[in-house]
Every structure is written in C-alpha cells, then in structure tokens.
C-alpha cells in the first residue's frame, strides 16, 4: 500500500511561479515511476508530467512543456512539481500519481496505468 500526500498549492497570479510537492509512503518510492496529473472543473483528468524511478528521465505534456519542471529526491520520499510562467489555464486540482512497477523502464501518460493516487490539490492562477 502507498499513500500519497499533495501539498503547496493554492492562489498565484498568471505569469508567477508555485512549487507543488507530493510525500509518499513506503520503503520502496524509489523503484516508482512517479506523475502529476490535473483535472479542471468539467474537465477530465489529463496528464502534466512524469518522472522515472531514478530522476533521469522526464516527460511532459505539450501544454507545460518549458514552463513546468518534475524532479524527485528519493531519500526524502517526495517528488515536485514546479510550476512557472503560470496561465489560468493551468487552474485545476494537481493529483500525484504512482506506478509502482518496479524499476519500469517505460513512462506512462495514461492514468489508468497509475496504481496509487492522492487527494490533490488545488491551484488556482488569476488573471
């Protein structure tokens, strides 16, 4: 069982910059791919970004390619989402996600392929 625990989001003005973070649980986080999806209000989720199990390999959504950075630290159990140059599109609950295939060697963008979930967080960009 992995739990996962969002935190850092809330208000920021477009164009400014919000650094979400996601704790997990468990002895074995640094075997998971680890990926930040969002969902927007009568939207459906879609995915931001993903990170592989060692931090080497990255992968983003067209939509927040160049402005978003994914990274992890293992030995803190934790993986980031720093988000800059922010729109107001980009308003929407941010949900980390765990694909707990160990040492998988291939990214998923899907959220089917994602075992283990948090409760998400909230970001919301004004215009």
Same mark, same amino acid.
């Given at each position: 069982?992995?739990? *996962?625990?969002? $935190?850092?989001?809330? #208000?920021?003005?477009?164009?400014?910059? *919000? /650094?979400?973070?996601? !704790?997990?649980?468990? /002895? @074995? &986080?640094?075997?998971?791919?680890?990926?930040? &999806? /969002? #969902?927007?209000?009568?939207?459906?989720?879609? &995915?931001?970004?993903?990170?592989?199990?060692?931090?080497?390999? @990255?992968? +983003?959504?067209?939509?927040?390619?160049?402005? &978003? @950075?994914?990274? /992890?630290?293992? !030995?803190?159990?934790?993986?980031? *989402? #720093?988000?800059?140059?922010?729109?107001?599109?980009d308003t929407a609950v941010y949900y980390c996600a765990a694909d707990?295939? +160990?040492?998988?060697?291939?990214?998923? @963008?899907?959220? $089917?392929?994602?075992?283990?979930?948090? #409760?998400?967080?909230?970001?919301?960009?004004?215009?």
């Amino acid at each position: 069982q992995v739990q *996962l625990v969002e $935190s850092g989001g809330g #208000q920021v003005q477009a164009g400014g910059s *919000l /650094r979400v973070s996601c !704790a997990a649980s468990g /002895r @074995t &986080f640094s075997s998971y791919t680890m990926g930040w &999806f /969002r #969902q927007a209000p009568g939207k459906e989720r879609e &995915f931001v970004a993903a990170i592989n199990w060692s931090g080497s390999r @990255t992968y +983003y959504a067209d939509s927040v390619k160049g402005r &978003f @950075t994914i990274s /992890r630290d293992n !030995a803190k159990n934790t993986v980031y *989402l #720093q988000m800059n140059s922010v729109k107001p599109e980009d308003t929407a609950v941010y949900y980390c996600a765990a694909d707990v295939r +160990y040492y998988s060697i291939t990214i998923m @963008t899907s959220d $089917s392929e994602y075992d283990y979930w948090g #409760q998400g967080t909230q970001v919301t960009v004004s215009s």
